[in-house]
T-cell receptor, first 113, second 112 residues
Framework: NAGVTQTPKFQVLKTGQSMTLQCAQD?????MYWYRQDPGMGLRLIYY???????DKGEVPNGYNVSRLNKREFSLRLESAAPSQTSVYFC????????????FGPGTRLTVL | LAKTTQPISMDSYEGQEVNITCSHN???????ITWYQQFPSQGPRFIIQ???TKVTNEVASLFIPADRKSSTLSLPRVSLSDTAVYYC?????????????FGAGTRLFVKA
C-alpha cells in the first residue's frame, strides 16, 4: 500500500496563476484533510472532507477550493495564487471510527512569486 | 475547538525519559487527545491517542488526569533519532466531521 500520495512534490507559481494539488489514499479511509504548514509553524487545517461527497472549511479556507472526487481522491485548488500561499501543503486521511488518527502524505512545497 | 498549549522547546540527552506536557483547558466531552511526531520535510506521524487515564504503546505512554485539562506524553529512553517536533491535538467529531487544531508543537532536541 502506498498510503497517502501527493502530487506534485514541488511547484513554483507566479502571482495570479492557478493550480490543483492532488491527493490520493489507498487505505479506504472515509475522511481526508488538507493542511498548510508555514516555516517554523504548526499545521493549519484548510479544508476537510468527512466522507465522500462532503467538504467543509477548516481554519484557513480563504483562497482555496476543494473537490472530493471519490473516496480515494481529494484535490485542493488555488484559483489565483498569492505570495501568502507559499507554504508546504499536506494531505491526510483517517479511518472511520477513530478520532484524529490521521495518516499524512509527504507534502507539496509551493512557492508563489 | 479546544486550543492546546505546549512548551516551545525541550532539550534532553540520550537514554533519558522525556515528558512533554500539553494544556487543553477547554477540552470537550467527546474530544480525544492525540500526539504526533514530525521530522523535517516530512508529514506528521501518529504516536499515541487517548481519552482518559493512561495509554501505552510500543513507543510512548500518554497520561491524562481525571479532569482531562492536560496530558503528558512520555518517551522512555530517547535516542538521537527522537529529535523532532511533537504536536498535541485535541479534537473529535463535530457536526459533519472531524476538526483538528495543531498548535506550534514542542521541538525536542536530543543530545549525545
Amino acid at each position: 500500500n502506498a498510503g497517502v500520495t501527493q502530487t506534485p512534490k514541488f511547484q513554483v507559481l507566479k502571482t495570479g496563476q492557478s493550480m490543483t494539488l492532488q491527493c490520493a489514499q489507498d487505505m479506504n479511509h472515509n475522511s481526508m484533510y488538507w493542511y498548510r504548514q508555514d516555516p517554523g509553524m504548526g499545521l493549519r487545517l484548510i479544508y476537510y472532507s468527512a466522507s465522500e461527497g462532503t467538504t467543509d472549511k477548516g481554519e484557513v479556507p480563504n483562497g482555496y477550493n476543494v473537490s472530493r472526487l471519490n473516496k480515494r481522491e481529494f484535490s485542493l485548488r488555488l484559483e489565483s495564487a498569492a505570495p501568502s500561499q507559499t507554504s508546504v501543503y499536506f494531505c491526510a486521511s483517517s479511518s472511520p471510527g477513530t478520532y484524529n488518527e490521521q495518516f499524512f502524505g509527504p507534502g507539496t512545497r509551493l512557492t508563489v512569486l | 475547538l479546544a486550543k492546546t498549549t505546549q512548551p516551545i522547546s525541550m532539550d534532553s540527552y540520550e537514554g533519558q525519559e522525556v515528558n512533554i506536557t500539553c494544556s487543553h483547558n477547554n477540552i470537550a466531552t467527546n474530544d480525544y487527545i492525540t500526539w504526533y511526531q514530525q521530522f523535517p520535510s516530512q508529514g506528521p506521524r501518529f504516536i499515541i491517542q487517548g481519552y482518559k487515564t493512561k495509554v501505552t504503546n510500543e513507543v510512548a505512554s500518554l497520561f491524562i488526569p481525571a479532569d482531562r485539562k492536560s496530558s503528558t506524553l512520555s518517551l522512555p529512553r530517547v535516542s538521537l533519532s527522537d529529535t523532532a517536533v511533537y504536536y498535541c491535538l485535541v479534537g473529535g467529531q463535530g457536526t459533519g466531521g472531524f476538526k483538528t487544531i495543531f498548535g506550534a508543537g514542542t521541538r525536542l532536541f536530543v543530545k549525545a
